[in-house]
């Protein structure tokens, strides 16, 4: 799943790169962008009462992504259970150059705690991984 845009000023930091706290912005995107590839929108699943909750985040800074690069985001779910999924992701730069890698670990959610998602949802992600 891939997902692609441009890196704005507001965004970067006094040297002209994408601040490091907005790296977990365009994953942020990336992921609900991926969903909806999957069928299963943030607002979808809002309204099945799920939520995807992120409960740690590793990431690599290889390379600095510069104001108007434009990135690309590729998102995989390299793990998942009926509790917790992990996905990798990469950001890349317009001449395909690896930039940042991210590991995140989530859980489903559902009325406030840690659930087990349903068999029909489950389905839906091991159809896409």
Same mark, same amino acid.
């Given at each position: 799943?891939?997902?692609? &845009?441009?890196?704005f ?9 994408? /601040?490091? =706290? ?6 942020e995107? =990336? &992921?609900?962008? =991926? ?10 699943? /809002?309204?099945? /009462? ?5 409960? &740690?985040v590793e ?10 690069? %434009? ?7 390299v793990k998942?259970?009926?509790v ?19 590991? %995140? ?11 087990r998602?349903?068999k /029909? ?7 896409r %991984?």
């Amino acid at each position: 799943m891939q997902y692609t &845009r441009k890196i704005f000023g507001y965004e970067c930091d006094l040297y002209g790169h994408l /601040n490091n =706290a907005n790296y977990l912005h365009l994953y942020e995107e =990336a &992921r609900a962008v =991926a969903l909806q590839d999957i069928g299963l929108s943030v607002n979808e699943l /809002n309204s099945l /009462n799920w939520q995807i909750y992120v409960t &740690r985040v590793e990431l690599d800074f290889i390379k600095g992504l510069a104001l108007e690069e %434009v990135a690309t985001v590729k998102s995989t779910v390299v793990k998942i259970s009926r509790v917790s999924s992990l996905w990798q992701q990469e950001i890349y730069d317009s001449a395909g150059q690896l930039c940042n890698r991210a590991l %995140v670990k989530a859980v489903f959610i559902r009325d406030g705690k840690p659930s087990r998602l349903d068999k /029909n949802l489950y389905q839906k992600f091991l159809d896409r %991984v």
